[in-house]
Nanobody, 120 residues
Framework: EVQLVESGGGLVQAGGSLRLSCAAS????????IAWFRQAPGNEREGISC????????NYADSVKGRFTISSDNPKNTVFLEMNNLKFEDTAVYYC?????????????WGKGTLVTVSS
């Protein structure tokens, strides 16, 4: 059974930091890309970062570039999203998803999400 489990969300003040984790199981982790998405109330889901576990390449949405860093611990089948200088507008439910490449429009597997709340 494929599972993606996010953790690390919480309440943080603006300017603070959080690190999200995405623990994966049930598929060949090294063959997949893992992406982070977020969805704020009333907004569409936004793909914000992705890492390819096969070659380590990464990409970021402009909204988080320079503040968020994605990384992968392949032996532990876990992807991290380090979020620094958090802003009120980063408040959202954050999801991780997996696919064979960083195809934001067609990810195969999804986690249930973790809530990040940034207080101003």
């Amino acid at each position: 059974e494929v599972q993606l489990v996010e953790s690390g969300g919480g309440l943080v003040q603006a300017g603070g930091s959080l690190r999200l984790s995405c623990a994966a199981s049930g598929f060949t982790f090294d063959d997949y890309a893992i992406a982070w998405f977020r969805q704020a109330p009333g907004n569409e889901r936004e793909g914000i970062s992705c890492i390819s576990n096969s070659d380590g390449s990464t990409n970021y949405a402009d909204s988080v570039k320079g503040r968020f860093t994605i990384s992968s611990d392949n032996p532990k089948n876990t992807v991290f999203l380090e979020m620094n200088n958090l802003k009120f507008e980063d408040t959202a439910v954050y999801y991780c998803a997996a696919s064979l490449d960083c195809w934001y429009d067609s990810m195969d597997y999804w986690g249930k999400g973790t809530l990040v709340t940034v207080s101003s």
